[in-house]
């Protein structure tokens, strides 16, 4: 099936600084979705990505999708302690528009 | 809003037992999945529906069966419970693929 790799596996941060998760496939996506978890909590969609090179922004989340849609990214300007939690990308799976492959996941930490 | 809610946030079962996890979804969706959730592993789908009474394999579903007999419910039954099946169970909703899924806060289960 699809695999979908994202790295870093963790970053911790001081607030106010950036933070940056990268997912990467070896095949052409048709779309990649994020979703974030906060600790103790269940995965919440955030955002879905189709189009080459798309850029989209929610406040101070940047989400981009590559020219080749083959990786995307999730970038997080000057971070709060709100943000913490486990970031994952999702994409379609097996040529199959149902299942989604989710990548194993960024853990953000924020020390205030 | 959309809202999943699953029957249990914790359960604790011995080996051997028969276990059903229930889910229900309000908001009419066509597509319902079940997840579950290991440190290091990340989310991977047990079985997925896409209409009453359909049911398709996931990555991983053997040890688990499903049952769909009314669009806002989907089961997820462990025949005989085995510690390896300790895990976070999550269930999810679409309402057509590939959208967005919500998910409901999870079952925490234990095989003891």
């Known amino acids: 099936g699809q695999q979908v790799m994202q790295i870093p596996q963790y970053q911790h941060v001081q607030e106010g600084e950036d933070f940056t998760t990268y997912c990467n496939s070896s095949?052409?996506?048709?779309?990649i979705q994020w979703y974030k978890q906060r600790p103790g909590g269940h995965p919440v969609f955030l955002i879905q990505?189709?189009?080459?090179?798309e850029v989209k922004k929610q406040k101070r989340l940047t989400f981009q999708f590559g020219e080749a849609k083959k990786n995307s990214s999730l970038h997080i300007t000057a971070t709060q302690t709100t943000d913490v939690g486990t970031y994952f990308c999702?994409?379609?799976?097996?040529?199959?528009?149902?299942?989604?492959?989710f990548g194993k996941g960024t853990l953000l930490t924020v020390n205030p | 809003d959309v809202k999943v809610t699953q029957s249990s946030r914790y359960l604790v079962k011995r080996t051997g037992e028969k276990v059903f996890l229930e889910c229900v979804q309000d908001?009419?969706?066509?597509?319902m999945f079940w997840y579950r959730q290991d440190p290091g592993l990340g989310l991977r789908l047990i079985y997925f529906?896409?209409?009453?009474?359909?049911?398709e394999k996931g990555d991983i579903p053997e040890g688990y069966s499903v049952s769909r007999e009314k669009k806002e419910r989907f089961s997820l039954i462990l025949e005989s419970a085995s510690t390896n099946q300790t895990s976070m169970y999550l269930c999810?909703?679409?309402?057509?693929?590939?959208?967005?899924?919500?998910f409901g806060p999870g079952t925490r289960l234990l095989v003891l």
């Open positions: 999810a909703s679409s309402l057509r693929a590939p959208q967005t899924q919500y």
């Open positions: 095949t052409t996506l048709s779309n």
């Open positions: 990505l189709v189009k080459s090179g």
């Open positions: 999702a994409v379609n799976s097996g040529g199959s528009n149902y299942k989604l492959t």
């Open positions: 908001m009419d969706h066509e597509n």
């Open positions: 529906s896409y209409d009453v009474k359909m049911k």
